[in-house]
């Protein structure tokens, strides 16, 4: 089974002016950031274990995952943190600092000219720092991130 198909990456960027300003993707000039659970998962299990030791309340990375799909505010919060995190430590912090308002951030499925390059080739982070994509079509603060990417519910 072909997890990217089944899971395939998605982008977000922070719409909020101060979340921008505290939490965008300084190489992209759109500010988007990627959240590949594919990538993720591929991830050695020693660094698997440190993410989740990282996240609160015993919170597990299928928790942050299945939070995302079901578009709870944790599991939005604590995916996009796992995306920055992986992809720029510096600028994520550690979870407990990590505070973007996260109603606001607007998710959508990755363009298909960006999710063909493997994010892991350049920075053996499952994020990609370099994506460079036009803006969303769809001027809309919060859309579900489930309806974009066909993503059975589990």
């Known amino acids: 089974m072909d997890i990217t198909a089944q899971c395939p990456p998605l982008r977000f ?14 190489d992209n000039p759109d500010g988007w950031w990627t959240y590949d659970e594919a990538a993720i998962t591929s991830l050695p299990l ?14 597990t990375l299928v ?4 939070g995302l799909r079901d578009e709870t505010v944790i599991g939005v919060h604590a995916a996009s943190w796992v995306a920055v995190h992986l992809a720029n ?4 912090g550690p979870y407990d600092k990590y ?5 606001l951030i607007y998710w959508e499925a990755q363009p298909e000219e960006t ?16 994506v460079e994509s036009p803006a969303p079509a769809k001027k809309s603060n919060r859309s579900s991130p ?9």
């Open 146 to 154: 489930a309806k974009r990417t066909s993503r059975p519910k589990r």
């Open 13 to 26: 960027k922070y719409t909020h002016p101060e979340d921008a300003k505290a939490y965008g993707n300084p």
């Open 115 to 130: 999710a063909a390059t493997d994010p892991l080739d350049s920075t053996d982070s499952p994020t990609s720092s370099t």
């Open 46 to 59: 020693e660094r698997l274990s440190t993410l989740e030791t990282a996240l609160p309340y015993g919170m």
């Open 63 to 66: 928790h942050v995952m299945q």
């Open 89 to 92: 430590p510096t600028i994520a």
């Open 99 to 103: 505070a973007p308002r996260a109603v």
